[in-house]
C-alpha cells in the first residue's frame, strides 16, 4: 500500500511536470493563434519564400532561417572543440590550485549580458574581423565562401561572437559530464596498459552522450541569440554562402521590426517567424535526443555502458 505522504509528493511533482509542458503547449498555441493571419496569407511557401518586403505585404522566412542556421553551426564547428578542450583539462588535468579559478571564469561568461557581448563585437571584434578580411589574398576573396567587400559586420563575426558565448555553456556541461565518470573507467583503461591521454579518450567515450547533450545545449543557446547577433551580423535579407557578407537572423528581425509593424500582417508575419524559431527549437533538441538515445542503447540493464570503451582504449 502507497502512503499518503509519498503519494502526494508524486502528485506535487508530477504537476510541477505537467505545468511545464503545459507551458510549452501553450506558448505554441499563441504563436499559431497570433501567426494565422501570415498562415492564411502565404501558407507553407513562408519557410521557403525569399522575398521580405513590408511595403508590398510580401513575406518570407528563408533569409533568416538560413542566416540563422548558418551562424549557429558555424559556431558551434568553432565552439565545441575549444569547450571540449577546456572541459577535459578542468576534469582530468588541471592542477588543483589552478581548477577553481578556471571554474570561476568560465561560468562568469556565462553570466556576461549579451548586449554586453554585442558592444564587445562592435569595438573589437568587428574591427579584427576587419582587418582580417582586408588582409586576405585575392585568389582567396575569389571563392564563394570569402567573396564580399571586408566590412566587418557579417556571418563571421556573429559566428565569432556566438561561439564566445556557446563555450561557457558546453565547457561547463561537459566538466560536471566527466567528473561524474566513474573512476573504475579510468583505473581498468589504465590496467589494460592505457596512457593518459587513452584514459581521457575511454573517458570521453563513456561520458558520450552527455557531451552530446551539453553541444546541444549550447546549440540551442546559439538559435535564440538575439541581441549580440543583432549588433554585428549586419542585418541584410540577402542569402549568401560567404562568411564574409551581412546577413539576418530570425531574432534579429524579431527585435528590429516588431515595434515598427502597424499591418496586421506585418505583425503576424514576425510572429510566424518566431513560430518557425520555436518549431525549429524542437526539432533540434528531438534530434538531439534520438542522437543521445541511439548511442545509449547499448548501455546495460543498470543504465551503465558496458566495459567496451575501457578495452577499446588498450
Do not use: H
Amino acid at each position: 500500500m502507497i502512503d499518503r505522504k509519498d503519494l502526494g509528493f508524486r502528485i506535487a511533482t508530477g504537476t510541477f511536470a505537467f505545468v511545464l509542458v503545459a507551458v510549452v503547449c501553450a506558448i505554441g498555441v499563441e504563436l499559431v493563434r497570433q501567426s494565422l493571419p501570415s498562415i492564411r496569407a502565404f501558407g507553407f511557401a513562408f519557410w521557403w519564400t525569399r522575398s521580405w518586403d513590408p511595403v508590398a505585404s510580401r513575406f518570407g522566412a528563408l533569409p533568416f532561417i538560413w542566416g540563422t542556421l548558418y551562424s549557429s553551426v558555424l559556431a558551434l564547428l568553432i565552439a565545441t572543440p575549444i569547450a571540449l578542450g577546456i572541459a577535459v583539462f578542468i576534469a582530468e588535468l588541471c592542477p588543483p590550485r589552478l581548477r577553481q579559478p578556471l571554474v570561476f571564469l568560465t561560468e562568469l561568461l556565462a553570466a556576461i549580458p549579451s548586449i554586453v557581448y554585442g558592444l564587445w563585437g562592435i569595438f573589437v571584434l568587428v574591427p579584427a574581423v576587419r582587418s582580417f578580411e582586408s588582409s586576405c589574398p585575392d585568389r582567396l576573396r575569389q571563392l564563394p565562401l570569402f567573396s564580399g567587400p571586408p566590412l566587418g559586420v557579417g556571418l563571421l563575426s556573429a559566428a565569432l561572437i556566438l561561439s564566445v558565448m556557446v563555450i561557457p555553456f558546453t565547457s561547463s556541461v561537459s566538466r560536471e559530464v566527466l567528473r561524474a565518470v566513474p573512476p573504475a573507467q579510468r583505473e581498468a583503461a589504465y590496467a589494460l596498459g592505457a596512457t593518459r591521454f587513452e584514459a581521457i579518450r575511454a573517458a570521453l567515450f563513456y561520458a558520450r552522450s552527455g557531451i552530446v547533450g551539453a553541444i546541444m545545449l549550447g546549440f540551442g543557446r546559439a538559435l535564440g541569440e538575439t541581441m549580440a547577433v543583432t549588433m554585428v551580423i549586419g542585418n541584410s535579407t540577402r542569402m549568401s554562402p560567404s562568411l564574409f557578407a551581412p546577413q539576418y537572423t530570425m531574432a534579429a528581425v524579431i527585435a528590429n521590426e516588431f515595434t515598427e509593424a502597424t499591418d496586421a500582417v506585418y505583425v503576424a508575419a514576425l510572429v510566424e517567424i518566431g513560430l518557425v524559431l520555436f518549431i525549429i527549437t524542437l526539432v533540434v533538441n528531438s534530434l538531439s535526443r534520438l542522437l543521445i538515445w541511439s548511442m545509449t542503447r547499448g548501455a546495460s540493464p543498470e543504465g551503465e555502458p558496458s566495459a567496451a570503451p575501457a578495452e577499446s582504449a588498450a
